[in-house]
């Protein structure tokens, strides 16, 4: 294979072609492509190096305080004290366990996702179209492309239906580049005016091609300048944000108490060395590290959960975003409706026909405009069948295809007969393409569109007795009928040419048409989908349907689903939507529920009007015009299986399956994980508190310490671990879809949290300073094991009475998340170990307690679990924290 990287642009499309060894008809076979993926490697670029498990590993050293801890134990152990120097040092390595485990699965969970958004590409292999992943291509692959694609590689033209490519990302040149096929002679032509050529990472919007791929990966242009690629967005959530803050906030009040500590510790004679390493450990045990790095491995892992229910999450901060949305604007084609469409109803010559079957009886007893129209359905339709008979294609040209098929009309026959000569792509401005097609006697041109578009340039219209002028608002008044039926109508026309007319400007080309007829497909509504419309009312979300169907159609649908409350509900077109002003329009914005005829740009104008309402919208969207607005809402949401890479792209959010109900499911699951990000935070922060308070308070009491360094670095190893990370599996709350969004300014220590984490901490130091100062004045020599017992018996107290904000725990069940229930019982068993088995005695300088003094360090515990289900109770009955949410 001879490489002419630098002038492609020179040959001929059979010169390259040859150059490559390949053939442009049928493609490369799987022996080629296994070979030249030897050699040439995926077509990727490369990424910058992610961390090794190694460095992951080592980073969990490199904390601050961890760094200290480590100096304390040599201290320690320089000292004398060994025990203590083993045991800090086994509880580091612990820490740095349990840290790299979370990371390694966080990154794996983001890789995961990563490959699964990665671009797929139509290529030709062995004369058969397949879809494969961009990665897998190869130099000499034959690839289809068409509006919406990134251009997955570099690309000699070999086929270009007015193909338009968007190079802004690599030339930076706003306006589309219109492509041909020709070589062209300037050798040392600039990147942008390399016509028949299209590059790695630039977007089609308009038009289809085909291309023979001539570089991959870092040997693509995009690749030489692989740099001004962005890494992908790795930027902090606003949640990991304010956690950043509260815990640089909440670090410098630990600091501070721990400094305190040391300076009373040592003035009241205490040794130096145990005051250092408890002020350390306090430290440790104080500053929420965790939070920030719990929040990522939350969303991560959620969004890897989320897959499974068919949303891909592509960008982190849009998990947390879901529990905030209040509009879910919605395409009404395969995502509230099955995207199968079946043609019903035809209109030619002036009466409907459902049974157009039989082939004779069209023929004999419709006559021409019959036939004409069948021709029309089968040739102006992108549509085709593939090597096993099934129809390949859009939709609605399917059902086109479909229909025509049925009906006697083989596409292949009849295109043998007349040939397409070119063609005038669909576009949302126009709404209409036309196709040209060779006749015996010139070029015949179909053309097919919305009823308003294409009614309007017909003059006359062909009728079993010839041509006839035509009443153009009777025709609108019958498309008007059929869609009053929930019909989707597209109306059918053509023109003869002498010869194939020159120009590409449709306004040219698409007038002084004949009218040939109506078809009338459905589109039945999803089964699913009305529970998730009554679902989303039910949870404070307004859904909201946009199409570009007629109106009649999209209130019939709406009705059904029950977005529209009476079947006469008021529809929004997208010509009353252009003769709006913005603050006309906003005023009415919240109370419109469906846009019919709406254009790709109007989104825009829906989304901004809504969010300057203070509304947070969800968007879905599948076309390169959608892109917009899907950038432009808070969550855009693209189509996995219909839509085009570049709305993918500007979405944050991909539904795998299309569909509405998808996504009512994610907003539930990012409502459910916020709610445990929540939990997690409420219980982490109470229990650090608990720690503070009970070491800084017990001095003004005239106690001891009441806990050693080991002791402080136990609990928090134990309780903050396995419990605290249980919490994340916590399942939804109960009537988690029948409250208001939570507006996307509010705190997360909101409807009561803050107080509750300041009582609660209070509580628990109070309880265990009650237990030492018990067994202190009567005498036990046990008073230090009974203030550890009980401080960590409490938060296991605490961590179960807070699985839930409002319900009681005994009516959500025990068990109804094991692996919390299992962590508990684990460190409740981990905890007896400390007291009851010698050689941990010797670590933890515990004493076995007696029976009674066990009781009373279970009852002094269970007090918390009683206090916080007596808070509920009060939250229930709106008696305490009143905003809290319903």
């Not at 961390?51 to 004398?80: K, N, Y």
């Not at 449709?506 to 999803?526: K, N, Q, T, V």
């Amino acid at each position: 294979m001879k490489n002419h990287h630098h002038h492609w642009h020179t040959l001929t499309a059979n010169e390259v072609a040859k150059n490559l060894e390949t053939n442009h008809q049928t493609g490369l076979n799987a022996a080629q492509v296994a070979e030249r993926t030897a050699r040439h490697g995926p077509n990727a670029l490369h990424e910058k190096r992610r961390r090794s498990p190694w460095r992951m590993l080592l980073d969990q050293f490199t904390e601050f305080m961890i760094i200290v801890l480590i100096v304390a134990a040599i201290i320690s152990g320089f000292v004398g004290d060994i025990g203590d120097t083993i045991f800090i040092i086994v509880i580091v390595i612990l820490n740095a366990a349990v840290g790299f485990v979370q990371e390694f699965r966080a990154e794996r969970a983001m890789a995961a996702l990563k490959r699964m958004s990665e671009a797929s590409a139509r290529v030709l292999r062995d004369g058969q179209v397949e879809t494969v992943n961009a990665s897998e291509l190869v130099p000499g692959d034959v690839v289809l492309l068409e509006a919406g694609n990134v251009v997955p590689a570099d690309f000699r033209l070999v086929e270009a239906a007015q193909l338009r490519i968007d190079e802004s990302a690599l030339t930076g040149e706003s306006v589309a580049v219109e492509k041909q096929i020709h070589p062209l002679s300037v050798v040392d032509a600039p990147l942008g005016d390399k016509t028949c050529l299209a590059y790695k990472g630039t977007i089609v919007t308009y038009g289809r091609g085909r291309g023979l791929v001539i570089a991959t990966g870092m040997q693509s242009e995009l690749g030489k300048i692989a740099t001004l690629l962005s890494e992908g967005d790795d930027s902090k959530t606003p949640l990991q944000k304010r956690l950043a803050g509260f815990g640089k906030w909440i670090s410098l009040a630990a600091l501070t108490i721990c400094v305190l500590v040391f300076i009373i510790g040592i003035t009241r004679g205490e040794p130096l060395l145990l005051m250092f390493m408890t002020s350390v450990s306090l430290a440790v045990a104080a500053i929420p590290s965790a939070l920030p790095a719990v929040v990522t491995i939350s969303l991560a892992l959620g969004a890897h959960k989320m897959v499974k229910q068919h949303a891909l999450i592509q960008s982190l901060p849009a998990v947390e975003t879901l529990g905030s949305v209040t509009f879910i604007c919605s395409d009404k084609t395969g995502t509230l409706t099955q995207n199968k469409m079946h043609v019903t109803t035809l209109y030619a010559d002036g009466e409907l026909c459902t049974t157009w079957q039989d082939e004779k009886t069209l023929i004999e007893n419709k006559g021409n405009p019959w036939i004409t129209l069948f021709h029309a359905l089968a040739l102006s339709n992108d549509a085709h069948l593939d090597s096993h008979g099934k129809i390949q294609g859009e939709p609605t040209e399917a059902a086109f295809l479909r229909v025509a098929k049925d009906a006697g009309w083989d596409k292949v026959i009849l295109e043998h007969d007349a040939p397409r000569l070119k063609e005038l792509a669909f576009d949302s401005e126009r709404k209409r393409m036309t196709t040209f097609h060779r006749t015996a006697d010139g070029v015949i041109a179909y053309t097919k569109g919305s009823p308003e578009a294409l009614v309007s340039q017909c003059e006359n219209m062909l009728t079993s007795s010839g041509e006839q002028a035509i009443d153009q608002a009777v025709l609108l008044q019958q498309a008007e009928a059929m869609a009053a039926n929930g019909l989707r109508v597209l109306a059918f026309a053509y023109r003869h040419w002498k010869t194939l007319p020159d120009g590409e400007q449709p306004d040219e080309l698409e007038r002084d048409l004949i009218f040939l007829g109506f078809a009338g497909l459905i589109d039945p509504p999803r089964s699913e989908a009305k529970e998730a419309v009554s679902l989303c009312k039910s949870a404070g979300i307004t859904p909201v349907m946009i199409t570009g169907d007629h109106p009649a159609t999209a209130r019939a649908i709406a009705y059904q689903l029950g977005i529209l409350a009476d079947s006469d509900g008021r529809v929004m077109t997208g010509a009353e939507l252009a003769n709006l002003d913005e603050k006309t329009f906003e005023a009415e914005v919240e109370l419109v529920r469906v846009y019919a005829r709406v254009d790709p740009a109007q989104k825009i104008k829906i989304v901004r009007a809504l969010q300057d309402k203070g509304e947070i919208v969800a968007m879905t969207g599948d076309g390169v015009n959608d892109a917009p607005a899907l950038k432009a809402a808070d969550i855009g949401i693209a189509m996995g299986k219909g839509g085009t890479d570049v709305a993918r792209e500007a979405a944050r959010m991909v539904l795998l399956d299309d569909n509405f109900a998808t996504i009512v499911h994610a907003v539930r699951y990012g409502r459910r994980l916020y709610d445990n990000i929540r939990k997690f935070v409420r219980y982490a922060v109470t229990t650090n508190s608990a720690e503070v308070l009970t070491i800084f308070l017990a001095p003004f009491l005239g106690l001891p310490i009441p806990l050693l360094p080991t002791h402080i670095l136990w609990i928090n190893l134990v309780t903050d671990g396995l419990p605290a990370l249980a919490l994340t599996a916590e399942p939804a709350e109960r009537g988690v879809m029948r409250r208001p969004p939570r507006p996307p300014q509010e705190s997360l220590f909101s409807h009561g949290m803050w107080q509750h984490m300041i009582w609660v901490g209070l509580l628990m130091a109070g309880l265990t300073l009650f237990a030492q100062a018990w067994a202190y004045h009567t005498g036990s020599s046990h008073w230090q094991t009974m203030a550890f017992t009980v401080l960590t018996l409490s938060q296991l107290a605490h961590v179960m009475a807070i699985r839930s904000e409002k319900e009681s725990l005994f009516s959500i069940g025990i068990l109804s998340n094991l692996p919390l229930a299992a962590a508990v019982i684990v460190t409740f068993m981990l905890q007896m170990a400390t007291i009851y088995v010698p050689a941990f005695n010797t670590i933890f300088k515990t004493e076995p307690l007696s029976m009674n003094e066990l009781i009373v360090c279970i009852a002094l515990s269970s007090v918390v679990f009683i206090a916080v289900e007596i808070e509920k109770w009060l939250v229930r009955h709106g008696w305490l924290y009143r905003t809290q949410r319903i």
